[in-house]
């Protein structure tokens, strides 16, 4: 079972402001498909703040998975994105087009996403937008795959090509 982490990223929820209803609902919906949700973390859209809990996560060895909500659009003060990036070791773009192709067939606003992905030591980051319906629409477009990437992130699949599926 992988364990993973959850940062809802967003001023008014970090505020109290506004009940964080992203979050859990990504935490569910990655229970359910078999992660155990080992923390979930609240932070306001601020870079530096962003980019501090990312890297503290990634870092501390314990999560395969980090996936944030919110914060990927075009608002003045979105920046996960570019704090994503910031910390990352390595890009993974496949996740994003893919979350952004498969979400294009229920609103064409999906391309507004600015969503990245990446990798940061054994971590892999995946940025979902901040809305409960799309954060969730996203992640469902991804899981499919998911298990086989952080397999081989954590060393357990060298060749890809000997395995039929
Ligand atoms: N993707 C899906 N599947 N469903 C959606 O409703 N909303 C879009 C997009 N992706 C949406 C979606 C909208 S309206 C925006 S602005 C962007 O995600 C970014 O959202 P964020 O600013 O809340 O992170």
Do not use: W
Not at 31 to 49: I, Q, R, W
Not at 75 to 101: H, S
Not at 108 to 134: D, T, V
């Amino acid at each position: 079972m992988f364990k993973a982490a959850v940062v809802t990223v967003s001023d008014r929820c970090s505020r109290g402001e506004r009940p964080d209803e992203g979050g859990p609902l990504v935490a569910e919906t990655l229970k359910n498909a078999g992660y155990e949700v080992a923390k979930t973390v609240l932070v306001p859209d601020e870079k530096d703040e962003i980019e501090a809990v990312l890297m503290r996560l990634a870092d501390s060895g314990t999560v395969s998975l980090i996936a944030t909500t919110g914060g990927t659009g075009f608002a003045p003060r979105d920046i996960t994105p570019e704090a994503t990036v910031a910390v990352c070791e390595k890009l993974c773009p496949g996740i994003p087009e893919a979350m952004r192709a498969a979400s294009m067939r229920i609103t064409p606003r999906a391309m507004l996403s600015r969503a990245q992905a990446g990798i940061r030591k054994g971590s892999l980051i995946i940025n979902l937008p901040g809305s409960p319906k799309a954060a969730k629409e996203n992640l469902e477009a991804v899981l499919p795959a998911l298990d086989h990437g952080l397999t081989m992130l954590q060393g357990g699949l060298a060749d890809c090509a000997k395995i039929k599926d």
